[in-house]
């Protein structure tokens, strides 16, 4: 099997293991996720609400500079569309494309620029965008902003982690579970200070505190040049020469695409946690809690505090049944995560049918993230890994991409899902993403197999008992 990165693309490779067992450099690249974390999945929680309750309100829609055309080209020559359509599709535009476009930056950082003048280039665009989502003028401005920072910064994060590691080193799955706790640490930080801001007080301060967030990141990344691997570019002279393509590597490129399938479709019904689900809560659950009601961004805090316990709780159930002899295997975990999805999305169906057209109880919002967020690192954790592990060395860097393009394929399922919530019934509706999360494990279960075999996991990397790879 081809290992993830060649020793002629890993520049350097840290054996020192100061962070949890892990080299220094992964604390300084998880740090910048967390504070990434905080200002993008913060404006994602915000980014529905904010639309729908101001900007595309009278008084405040025609001060976004482009609007009219924005507007039209959404529309597609059809009827005008309501605040909740464009919303919808505003969110599902600015997630896909931001997870699409790190295939290009990856193709920049590898052919031109090289990991860390890409990134630190794609942070300062980051910031200059969460500055100038402050006014409302440049909302639009800020959105293609943040797009393009994203592309350039995200897929670089992602194989910087990749190349702390020697090819076969067991820590590999457990760094990128610390990747996923930080960036949950950063997301479920967010509707704490920047919702209950844009709540409470203005939704210019909440946008204020996602800007200086943003900032913290490049900060953070700059502060760790010393620790984190350095550029490998393969233009111009003297530069690394990728290892060539053999035909076997690209009969793996396309076993991968295929073992990209669930992501897909589990993250075009889970992220509707982030678009859908804090408008019909809005509305429809009972949020009081203690005689007080509780913001409904809150609950993306509880999506970040449970995908680290998952995280947390994966790593824990993997090692110990690595140490019986019985590991599960890469399909097997991203099936346990597809049927956890298709509990918490079925609580939201049920729990919609029965109140009717009263409110939901709370436990129904806490129990669809409950079983949501557990699924995560068996299902994203687990791809993202296995991508980072299986990819032919020539080209890790652009099928990193290509995972990035799978969770953006997600995001733009998402947002045109969204557009179904204004012609079914909530419990339907709900049903519906259920039905994405049974489909996942269907396709599992007849090419999981096939997928397995292609991929077959060195001993090294399938076991996660070694004292190094346990939170």
């Avoid at 090289?114 to 402050?134: C, Y």
């Avoid at 194989?159 to 076969?168: D, E, N, S």
């Avoid at 020539?394 to 393009?405: P, Q």
């Avoid at 197999?449 to 292609?454: C, G, H, L, M, W």
Wanted: hydrophobic content about 55%.
């Amino acid at each position: 099997m081809n290992p993830a990165i060649d020793d002629g693309l890993v520049a350097a490779r840290s054996t020192d293991a100061d962070f949890f067992g892990h080299p220094r450099g992964l604390a300084y690249l998880v740090s910048v996720e967390a504070f990434w974390a905080f200002a993008y999945f913060g404006l994602q929680a915000l980014l529905t609400l904010y639309l729908t309750h101001q900007l595309l309100l009278p008084g405040h829609v025609e001060h976004v500079l482009g609007f009219p055309t924005y507007r039209r080209i959404l529309a597609g020559g059809g009827p005008a569309l309501s605040p909740l359509d464009i919303a919808s599709q505003t969110y599902g535009l600015m997630t896909s494309l931001s997870y699409a476009l790190p295939l290009l930056g990856a193709f920049v950082a590898d052919r031109w620029l090289g990991q860390r003048r890409t990134m630190v280039l794609g942070l300062i665009v980051l910031a200059v965008a969460m500055a100038t989502m402050v006014t409302e003028q440049g909302f639009l401005i800020a959105i293609g902003l943040i797009i393009v920072g994203t592309g350039l910064m995200k897929c670089n994060l992602m194989v910087q982690i990749g190349r702390l590691y020697a090819a076969g080193d067991p820590r590999r799955t457990s760094a990128f579970a610390y990747y996923l706790v930080f960036a949950n640490i950063g997301s479920f930080s967010a509707p704490l200070i920047a919702g209950t801001l844009a709540e409470k007080v203005s939704f210019r301060s909440g946008l204020i505190a996602l800007a200086v967030g943003m900032g913290l990141a490049l900060v953070s990344y700059l502060a760790g040049q010393a620790h984190v691997p350095p550029d490998t570019t393969r233009a111009g002279p003297g530069a690394a020469k990728a290892p060539p393509l053999h035909r076997r590597d690209l009969r793996i490129s396309l076993v991968l695409l295929a073992a990209l399938i669930p992501e897909v479709l589990y993250f075009g019904a889970y992220n509707q946690a982030f678009n859908i689900f804090p408008v019909w809560a809005a509305d429809h659950v009972e949020r009081r809690l203690f005689g007080l009601e509780m913001p409904v961004t809150w609950f993306s805090t509880l999506d970040g505090i449970l995908t680290i316990v998952g995280a947390v709780l994966a790593i824990r159930v993997w090692g110990w049944l690595a140490r019986r002899g019985r590991p599960l295997g890469d399909m097997r975990r991203m099936a346990v995560g597809a049927g956890m999805g298709v509990i918490g999305f079925g609580i939201l169906a049920v729990a919609a049918a029965a109140s009717g057209a009263g409110k939901a109880p709370l436990w129904a919002g806490v129990g669809f993230f409950l079983f949501v967020d557990l699924a995560i690192p068996w299902v994203d954790t687990v791809t993202m890994a296995l991508v980072s592990r299986a990819a032919p060395a020539s080209i890790n860097a652009t099928m990193m991409g290509v995972f990035g393009l799978a969770i953006a394929l997600g995001y733009f399922a998402t947002g045109e899902l969204g557009r179904l919530y204004a012609h079914l019934t909530p419990a339907a509706f709900w049903a519906v993403h259920a039905g994405l999360s049974v489909v996942c494990l269907a396709f599992l279960a007849l090419a999981g197999p096939s997928i397995a075999r292609a991929l077959a996991t060195p001993a090294s990397e399938a076991s996660e008992a070694s004292p190094a790879a346990r939170v």
